[in-house]
């Protein structure tokens, strides 16, 4: 490009920003350069001979949830002529651009703190399941897919398998949980590993209940024809 390079516009920006700062971009292209906030709000600048485009960038791990699908997320970019002093582009990013950027680093923030809260909780199960079933073998597609992780095994004569947040097409899972509160799944779990559990110890009394009667009966019968 002619005039000004994409840092020294983003640096003229950064100035005019008050306490801002421009970093290279993290994809490593030349025309594209990022302001960083002290409050940690990040813009990225396309920088064009002609045209700048002024987008927010979001950070917050939300699994497989893409920022856009999240509940009151905005679209959050904006373009102005490269024509404009860096005092205008700023006053353009600051008026236009910051509360919905600002605004939704707040809705993903909160989003990022329930998928977090939930992968813990998700955690807390997978210990119980493991500590009933010894045996289990876990499968964990690591943390950017962790609710659809599925264990799987043999504990005693039992095998186990089970999905969280199950993708509506899988037809492979032989046991689902779905629509449950984890505390419901932990109860199942415990159930499950009940089944395993040796014989009632009242099953031979029984037997032996069973075989006096046997003996009273033969008794009887004894009894009736020696008085004949």
Partial sequence: MNGPT???VAAAIAYELDGWQAVADR???PEWVELHSPAGDVIQLRVGLHWIEARGMHDQDLGR????DVSGYRSADIGFSATKSAARMAGEIRRRLLPTV???NRVLDAKADLIAEGRAADDALFAAAEKLFPRLHWRDNDDRRRDEAVAWGHGDSITLEFRLDMWPHDRHCTLAFSSLSRAEVRTLIRAAAAL???PSPSRPARSQRARSHARRRRRARTG???SR
């Fill in 6 to 8: 994409a840092a020294q």
């Fill in 196 to 198: 395993r559990t040796p």
């Fill in 65 to 68: 949830t893409r920022h856009w």
């Fill in 224 to 226: 009736v024809k020696s």
């Fill in 27 to 29: 994809y490593g292209h």
């Fill in 102 to 104: 600002s605004e939704n």
